[in-house]
């Protein structure tokens, strides 16, 4: 099965400030890639999500990922953080040969205003 | 429904009992998926059904949890001899991706069980 890594556990950041948050999975086979998000005491929810095409991709809230195989990686960015960001962000990965979705640890971002 | 829907919302519970937690997924959703999030934690793969059969169980942590799906909509996630390191949200998500498929999950908002 696919494993996915977080590199960052916590990070804090000022508003206006721009992030990018780190993921990396490792698997031998085609895969799906998805940002999720999780809101203080809400569920999760798809920010963004890469099945082909333009390694770029966007989301919503200004968010955007990108893909790059030969790194095995999809970094999360924004280029300028708001309070209303604070959250935690979930990357995973998803098996294009079945439906096997697996989860990073998870990063925690708190922006201060 | 709109939106898949687990029941309960919460449940406390001593150990060694038995806990049922339910997952209604979105009509039409083929897939189901079962994780389990402990605080701090990402979603912690359990299980997955693609339509009535498991086609995934090796998350499951031992052989006290067991999930059933038997008509291919509604879920149950049994926990039998509950101990309190089994205290954690339970998730539950679904998909309309088959296998190959590109689909998103959709989640709902988690059973939370805790265990005294």
């Known amino acids: 099965a696919q494993s996915v890594s977080q590199h960052n556990h916590h990070v804090i950041l000022s508003e206006a400030a721009s992030l990018e948050l780190g993921c990396n999975y490792s698997?031998?086979?085609?895969?799906?890639l998805f940002w999720y998000v999780q809101y203080p005491g809400q569920h999760l929810q798809l920010l963004l999500k890469?099945?082909?095409?333009?390694?770029l991709v966007k989301g919503i809230k200004g968010f955007e990922a990108e893909f790059i195989k030969s790194k095995f990686s999809f970094n999360l960015r924004k280029p300028s953080v708001q309070w209303s960001d604070t959250a935690e962000y979930f990357c995973?990965?998803?098996?294009?040969?079945?439906?096997?979705?697996?989860f990073g640890a998870g990063t925690r971002l708190t922006v201060k205003p | 429904g709109a939106g898949v829907s687990q029941t309960p919302s919460n449940k406390v519970t001593e150990k060694g009992k038995y806990v049922e937690l339910r997952c209604d997924p979105i009509?039409?959703?083929?897939?189901l998926y079962w994780y389990r999030q402990s605080l701090g934690q990402g979603p912690e793969f359990l299980i997955y059904?693609?339509?009535?059969?498991?086609?995934?169980d090796s998350g499951l942590p031992n052989d006290r949890f067991f999930a059933v799906r038997p008509e291919g909509s509604v879920s149950t996630l049994k926990i039998q001899r509950t101990e309190r390191g089994d205290s954690a949200v339970y998730l539950c998500?679904?998909?309309?991706?088959?296998?190959?498929?590109?689909?998103?999950?959709?989640f709902g908002e988690g059973s939370r069980l805790t265990v005294l």
């Open positions: 998500a679904s998909t309309n991706g088959g296998g190959g498929g590109t689909g998103e999950l959709f």
């Open positions: 698997y031998g086979g085609t895969v799906n």
């Open positions: 890469y099945f082909s095409g333009d390694p």
């Open positions: 995973a990965v998803k098996s294009r040969n079945n439906n096997d979705m697996r």
């Open positions: 009509s039409g959703h083929t897939a």
């Open positions: 059904f693609q339509g009535t059969g498991a086609a995934d």
